[in-house]
């Protein structure tokens, strides 16, 4: 069944912002780690941000430090990914997911919940 449903990607110009939301209709949101990775053309999956069970702690790839910040609204069993300063290379499909480590993580093997993804297109 579908657990983990991503919503806000969109057309956006270089320099503009975006909001991705990520809705868990599971039980487990509040209890693990939770991650947002991309895939851009011709390109494998890559990690973008992850957020402790707790929201306290968070770790973000280079590409997006500074730019990129992750959240997450536990009663509302809800992440969030607010995304400024686009670029034409953050163009990709934006995929949350879901862990049961409570730490962070960067690794694709750590998460065993995905939604289906957000297409986000950054135009020059």
């Known amino acids: 069944q579908v657990q983990l449903v991503e919503s806000g990607g969109g057309l956006v110009r270089a320099g503009g912002s975006l909001r991705l939301s990520c809705v868990d209709s599971?039980?487990?949101?509040?209890?693990?780690?939770m991650g947002w990775f991309r895939q851009g053309p011709g390109r494998g999956r890559e990690f973008v941000a992850s957020?402790?069970?707790?929201?306290?702690?968070?770790t973000y790839a280079d590409s997006v430090k500074g730019r990129f910040t992750i959240s997450r609204d536990n009663p509302k069993n809800t992440l969030y990914l607010q995304m400024n300063g686009l670029k034409p290379e953050d163009t990709a499909l934006y995929y949350c997911?879901?862990?049961?480590?409570?730490?962070?993580?960067?690794?694709?093997?750590?998460?065993?919940?995905w939604g289906q993804g957000t297409q986000v297109t950054v135009s020059s």
């Open positions: 997911a879901g862990s049961s480590r409570l730490l962070p993580s960067p690794h694709v093997t750590d998460y065993t919940r």
């Open positions: 599971g039980r487990t949101f509040s209890s693990g780690v």
């Open positions: 957020i402790s069970w707790n929201g306290y702690s968070s």
